[in-house]
Each structure stands twice: as C-alpha cells, then as structure tokens.
C-alpha cells in the first residue's frame, strides 16, 4: 500500500503522538532512537500532513512495543 498520511491513518493526530511518544521513551539503539528523532522531525514540520509509509507505521508500532 501507498504512503498515507496520519491523519489518514489515524481517527486522531493525538494517537499518532502518543505512539511516537512512547516510542521515544523506550527506544533502544541509535538506529530506535534516530528513527524516532527524524520522525519527530518531520512531524514538526509537516504536522498531520506527514506521510507515513505502512514500513514505517510497523517500525513505530515494534519499538513502542519494547
């Protein structure tokens, strides 16, 4: 499937920082915890505007997940 954004791909944009928060929190490695970084970044940046691939979504879900 195609890149959606998060507004698209969650009923809230809350939810979508709550899970990159707790992935920020409990991320281990500097791979983790660069992938969280850049996110954060572009969500800054582009706000609920950020594509999210399904790669991407799965990366964020496993390390929230630790």
């Not at 791909?9 to 409990?26: G, H, K, P, W």
């Not at 991320?27 to 399904?54: M, V």
Request: net charge negative; charged share 30%; proline share 2%.
């Amino acid at each position: 499937m195609a890149s959606r954004t998060v507004e698209e791909r969650f009923d809230r944009v809350e939810e979508f920082n709550a899970l990159l928060c707790a992935a920020e929190i409990v991320a281990q490695g500097d791979w983790d915890e660069q992938f969280t970084a850049d996110l954060r970044d572009t969500f800054k940046r582009y706000g609920p505007h950020t594509y999210l691939s399904d790669s991407q979504l799965q990366q964020l879900e496993r390390i929230a997940a630790q």
